[in-house]
């Protein structure tokens, strides 16, 4: 799917508003989350525009996969041992930019169930 005019990550992906991108490939962009609860947390966007993981899935599986391997290689970066990687999907699980993004989160110990 193409950009949307009015979607910041479409516009954070194109480059025509700032974002502090920590990594890149042809299909997806990642950069640095403005509230970070992580010392690393990073979001992995993919170049078009698509709501949710699922359509991300749905339109463009080789872009889904691409994204998680960008993960990957933003989590070698930054020589993290291990780290979280969600999507939250719909505002009842507090999706609040509805431009598919990955959460990377990293950096910081983690207890189960998320807290
Ligand atoms: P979610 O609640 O899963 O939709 O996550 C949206 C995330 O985007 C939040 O963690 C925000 O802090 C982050 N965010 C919103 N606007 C920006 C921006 N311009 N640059 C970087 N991160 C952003």
Known sequence: MSAS????FCKIAAGEIPGDIV?????SV??????PQ????????PRGHHENAAAVAEAAPDTLADMFLLARTVAEQEALEGYRAVFNTG??????V????LHVIGGRPFTW???
């Open 98 to 101: 509805f431009h598919a993004h």
């Open 38 to 45: 992580a010392p690393t947390h990073v979001l992995v966007v």
């Open 30 to 35: 990642a950069f640095r989350d403005l509230m």
């Open 113 to 115: 169930p998320p807290g």
């Open 23 to 27: 990594g890149e490939t042809e299909l």
């Open 5 to 8: 005019t009015d979607c910041i």
């Open 91 to 96: 505002a009842a699980a507090q999706q609040t």
